[in-house]
């Protein structure tokens, strides 16, 4: 396992605050074979993080304690403790309706926010803990008109890029029961300039941190990518900590599975004496910024927006504004927005992408209207995020490779949603190795596939009786929802076939999964039947943990035809979890494949008859992920006198 300060600093400056792997390909390239390291390293550090938990700070519950807040306001009122988690884990947000408004020059942003909440704990709530970002101020909370007066605390966490959050403590006249909502009336205001504290305070070098933690308000670029990153909307959670194992990665799915059925609308002003911002976004949708009144005579002008009423989806509120160049072709899936100074040719990026576009309809079905935005970051070296259909990350010079991959990560997102992570997030990573097998081969994915492989084998739990493990249902791990689910839809892959996979997911549709079986049972409607419920059960519904195989027996013998040979294998599975594994006989001229399902705990053996006398054996190809490998070979012995062992 990895427990040194250093990967777990690392792993806590690159993945928790937003980088997209996938994309990190443009802002960094590829190392020499073209392969997609970034992605299977991190998710690797992020398991090795979750059983090795890290020395790099103090006790989680040393860090945790409540400080005084600095400032002496007479509403709200400085207090010294701040709520129990089981206070905090009892609300969940089922709606945001909020009015933000900027001031770029000044870094500043005001928020009226309309938020309801649920408790779903077991007890009356008679308090609600309410968060933001330690650089922001709590003004006023009202709950029916009426005024409250309440209490606010300041809490460390990381999941703000200050390492603090300020907690007010709203009190309730009649107690918040089980099951039950309210709807809170909240303002706040503040400024969110660019810093690298919490990072810092690990001991990651400032200039990794900058890049990394490049949320702010500013001039030309306002970036606020939400939990994890900045707390500039309201949100409530227990504090989570760098270096406290994995918690805080799971903390930032955890948000997002919450969120993924909130309904969120806004509406935008911006007040800009500046550069003049002609780019918006809110929670990844583009939406269009208007001019109320225009800059003159030195005054500021004002812009507004508004998103509309809509789900969350699997994300977490972003918000973005700034002044680019437009750069748009024609009928192309990508639109790109650059920085003034940037004078890159884009046209590499739209050919890319017109590349890719007809492996995702193949795939996923026409989407003729389906399109990406890229927004350019403001330095070079600033790590990629993304929401939704909107790719923030530098634009700059990349190879075909480079660019094609993360374009088939990318536009997956505009031509297939879903509310579940790991289908959101598992069909991109899916149709992102699907172009790697295109233009590099199979062999390349493959090896691509063993750090992910090593990551949830670190992750997986060794056994159920060591706790539920996390199904991919409710997996709220990027390892699991993202790169395990990859995993499942290769196999899908193997056992189904292409054209059924790709039937299923044309006709997948997000509105309609509302049971956790529906993709299993579109699956079943769109080719031949199949029995699928085993394999849904261990590797969707349930997490056992990963299958062990081993080749506990090869039989040879020819056969009365003159030639051919008849081959008995015996696969053992000492792991938890069922697996469907090809089982592949090379002969010097010729090889065959054939598929077989091996019991978790148990043994199955597959009879294959092939031309010529064959001399090597090959169980499983790298797309079925095991504890230990995902690859076992064996030259078949012809002068053993029993029968081949381990």
Same mark, same amino acid.
């Given at each position: 396992?990895?427990?040194?300060?250093?990967?777990?600093?690392?792993?806590?400056?690159?993945?928790?605050?937003?980088?997209?792997?996938?994309?990190?390909?443009?802002?960094?390239?590829?190392?020499?074979?073209?392969?997609?390291?970034?992605?299977?390293?991190e998710?690797?550090?992020?398991?090795?993080?979750h059983?090795?938990?890290?020395?790099?700070?103090?006790?989680?519950?040393?860090?945790?304690?409540?400080?005084?807040?600095?400032?002496?306001?007479p509403?709200?009122?400085?207090?010294?403790?701040?709520?129990?988690?089981?206070?905090?884990?009892?609300? #969940?947000?089922?709606?945001?309706?909020?009015?933000?408004?900027?001031?770029?020059?000044?870094?500043?942003?005001?928020?009226?926010?309309?938020?309801?909440?649920r408790?779903?704990?077991?007890?009356?709530?008679?308090?609600?803990?309410?968060?933001?970002?330690?650089?922001?101020?709590?003004?006023?909370?009202?709950?029916?008109?009426?005024?409250?007066?309440?209490?606010?605390?300041?809490?460390?966490?990381?999941?703000?890029?200050?390492?603090?959050?300020?907690?007010?403590?709203l009190?309730?006249?009649?107690? %918040?029961?089980?099951?039950?909502?309210?709807?809170?009336?909240?303002?706040?205001?503040?400024?969110?300039?660019?810093?690298?504290?919490?990072?810092?305070?690990?001991?990651?070098?400032?200039?990794?941190?900058?890049?990394?933690?490049?949320?702010?308000?500013?001039?030309?670029?306002?970036?606020?990518?939400?939990y994890?990153?900045?707390?500039?909307?309201?949100?409530?959670?227990?504090?989570?900590?760098?270096?406290?194992?994995?918690v805080?990665?799971?903390?930032?799915?955890a948000?997002?599975?919450?969120?993924?059925?909130?309904?969120?609308?806004?509406?935008?002003?911006?007040?800009?004496?500046?550069?003049?911002?002609?780019?918006?976004?809110?929670?990844?949708?583009?939406?269009?910024?208007? #001019?109320?009144?225009?800059?003159?005579?030195?005054?500021p002008?004002?812009?507004?927006a508004?998103?509309?009423?809509?789900?969350?989806?699997?994300?977490?509120?972003? %918000?973005?504004?700034?002044?680019?160049?437009?750069?748009?072709?024609?009928?192309?899936?990508?639109?790109?927005?650059?920085?003034?100074?940037?004078?890159?040719?884009?046209?590499?990026?739209?050919?890319?992408?017109?590349?890719?576009?007809?492996?995702?309809?193949?795939?996923?079905?026409?989407?003729?209207?389906?399109?990406?935005?890229?927004?350019?970051?403001?330095?070079?070296?600033?790590?990629?995020?993304?929401?939704?259909?909107?790719? #923030?990350?530098?634009?700059?010079?990349?190879?075909?490779?480079?660019?094609?991959?993360?374009?088939?990560?990318?536009?997956?997102?505009?031509?297939?949603?879903?509310?579940?992570?790991?289908?959101?997030?598992?069909?991109?990573?899916?149709?992102?190795?699907?172009?790697?097998?295109?233009?590099?081969?199979?062999?390349?994915?493959?090896?691509?596939?063993?750090?992910?492989?090593?990551?949830?084998?670190?992750?997986?739990?060794?056994?159920?009786?060591?706790?539920?493990?996390?199904?991919?249902?409710?997996?709220?791990?990027?390892?699991?929802?993202?790169?395990?689910a990859g995993?499942?839809?290769?196999?899908?892959?193997?056992?189904?076939?292409?054209?059924?996979?790709?039937?299923?997911?044309?006709?997948?549709?997000?509105e309609?999964?509302?049971?956790?079986?529906?993709?299993?049972?579109?699956?079943?409607?769109?080719?031949?039947?199949?029995?699928?419920s085993?394999?849904?059960k261990?590797?969707?519904?349930?997490?056992?943990?990963?299958?062990e195989?081993?080749?506990?027996?090869?039989?040879?013998?020819?056969?009365?035809?003159?030639?051919?040979? %008849? #081959?008995?294998?015996?696969?053992?599975?000492?792991?938890?979890?069922?697996?469907?594994?090809?089982?592949?006989?090379?002969?010097?001229?010729?090889?065959?494949?054939?598929?077989?399902?091996?019991?978790?705990?148990?043994?199955?053996?597959?009879?294959?008859?092939?031309?010529?006398?064959?001399?090597?054996?090959?169980?499983?190809?790298?797309?079925?992920?095991?504890?230990?490998?995902?690859?076992?070979?064996?030259?078949?012995?012809?002068?053993?006198?029993?029968?081949l062992?381990?």
């Amino acid at each position: 396992m990895i427990r040194s300060k250093r990967v777990i600093s690392f792993y806590g400056a690159v993945v928790c605050c937003g980088l997209i792997v996938a994309f990190s390909l443009v802002a960094a390239g590829q190392d020499s074979t073209g392969s997609q390291p970034t992605q299977s390293t991190e998710s690797l550090r992020e398991a090795a993080a979750h059983k090795a938990g890290s020395k790099k700070i103090a006790s989680p519950e040393a860090k945790q304690t409540v400080q005084s807040q600095p400032e002496a306001l007479p509403l709200p009122l400085p207090v010294k403790n701040g709520a129990s988690d089981a206070e905090r884990n009892a609300l #969940v947000y089922t709606a945001y309706d909020l009015d933000i408004r900027l001031r770029p020059a000044e870094q500043r942003i005001s928020v009226r926010g309309l938020v309801s909440i649920r408790n779903v704990g077991t007890t009356p709530l008679q308090r609600l803990p309410i968060q933001i970002s330690s650089s922001l101020t709590w003004e006023s909370a009202r709950i029916g008109g009426q005024e409250l007066t309440f209490g606010v605390a300041m809490v460390n966490t990381d999941a703000d890029h200050t390492g603090e959050m300020k907690e007010a403590l709203l009190p309730l006249a009649t107690p %918040l029961a089980p099951g039950a909502e309210l709807q809170l009336d909240l303002t706040y205001s503040g400024t969110i300039p660019q810093t690298a504290r919490r990072l810092e305070s690990i001991g990651t070098d400032s200039n990794t941190a900058l890049l990394t933690d490049w949320d702010r308000v500013s001039d030309d670029f306002t970036g606020l990518r939400g939990y994890g990153n900045v707390l500039w909307y309201p949100v409530t959670a227990a504090p989570a900590l760098l270096g406290d194992k994995a918690v805080l990665f799971e903390q930032i799915g955890a948000q997002k599975l919450m969120l993924s059925t909130a309904s969120f609308r806004a509406h935008l002003t911006v007040e800009a004496a500046g550069p003049q911002p002609n780019f918006a976004a809110i929670n990844g949708q583009p939406i269009p910024l208007t #001019v109320a009144t225009p800059q003159q005579s030195g005054l500021p002008g004002i812009w507004k927006a508004e998103l509309p009423e809509g789900l969350m989806g699997f994300q977490v509120p972003s %918000l973005f504004v700034a002044a680019r160049q437009n750069q748009t072709a024609p009928d192309s899936p990508v639109v790109l927005y650059l920085r003034p100074d940037n004078q890159i040719d884009v046209s590499s990026y739209v050919l890319a992408a017109g590349q890719v576009f007809p492996m995702l309809e193949q795939w996923l079905g026409p989407h003729p209207a389906a399109r990406i935005s890229i927004l350019d970051l403001p330095e070079r070296g600033d790590a990629p995020f993304e929401a939704g259909t909107l790719l #923030v990350t530098p634009i700059q010079d990349a190879s075909s490779e480079q660019l094609t991959a993360a374009m088939a990560h990318s536009l997956t997102h505009a031509c297939f949603h879903s509310n579940r992570a790991w289908l959101e997030e598992g069909v991109a990573h899916f149709m992102g190795s699907l172009w790697m097998e295109k233009a590099r081969g199979r062999g390349a994915v493959m090896r691509s596939f063993e750090p992910g492989r090593q990551a949830l084998s670190l992750a997986e739990p060794e056994s159920p009786k060591d706790g539920p493990g996390h199904p991919l249902v409710s997996a709220t791990m990027p390892t699991f929802y993202r790169t395990k689910a990859g995993f499942v839809l290769w196999m899908l892959r193997g056992i189904t076939g292409d054209q059924q996979l790709a039937a299923a997911l044309t006709s997948y549709r997000p509105e309609m999964d509302t049971r956790p079986d529906y993709f299993e049972e579109l699956l079943g409607q769109s080719g031949k039947r199949k029995e699928l419920s085993w394999f849904f059960k261990d590797w969707v519904y349930s997490d056992p943990g990963l299958p062990e195989l081993n080749i506990s027996g090869v039989y040879p013998r020819e056969t009365s035809l003159q030639g051919s040979y %008849l #081959v008995a294998v015996t696969i053992d599975n000492s792991g938890w979890a069922a697996a469907e594994v090809p089982i592949t006989l090379r002969t010097p001229q010729t090889s065959i494949t054939t598929r077989l399902v091996v019991p978790a705990h148990g043994q199955a053996v597959q009879r294959s008859v092939i031309q010529g006398k064959p001399d090597e054996l090959r169980v499983n190809d790298g797309t079925v992920p095991e504890t230990v490998a995902t690859e076992h070979v064996k030259s078949i012995d012809y002068t053993a006198a029993e029968p081949l062992g381990k």
